[in-house]
């Protein structure tokens, strides 16, 4: 069974800055990509960034230039560095692994529970 762990939410002003944390657990061989998507209220889910095990990177036009993903493929962990926030980036922050494979199953892709970033002054 493969686990994601996001950690990092919480409260900031505008103008401020956030770091998520996701790590991946569960036996874990390979991961392709990795990305952080987000869902407001009220509204759909949406990507944010996505680095491929090899480091390319996309972003959302929403987020580019104010946000920076980055990921460490020895601890199966990917970060997302938030800048000059904005109370439009009030949402609930997932993080998602794409193509796992453990020693036991490969997964197409897996989900975490969420972290919840509030922008607000």
């Known amino acids: 069974q493969v686990q994601l762990v996001e950690s990092g939410g919480g409260l900031v002003q505008p103008g401020g800055s956030l770091r998520l944390s996701c790590a991946a657990s569960g036996s874990i061989l390979s991961i392709n990509a990795m990305g952080w998507y987000r869902q407001a209220p009220g509204k759909q889910r949406e990507l944010v960034a996505v680095?491929?095990?090899?480091?390319?990177?996309n972003y959302s036009d929403s987020v580019k230039g104010r946000s920076t993903i980055s990921r460490d493929n020895a601890k199966n962990t990917v970060y997302l560095q938030m800048n000059s926030l904005e109370p439009e980036d009030t949402a609930v922050y997932y993080c998602k692994a794409a193509e796992v494979v453990t020693k036991t199953a490969g997964y197409f892709e897996v989900w975490g529970q969420g972290t919840l970033v509030t922008v607000s002054s």
């Open positions: 680095i491929s095990r090899g480091g390319t990177i």
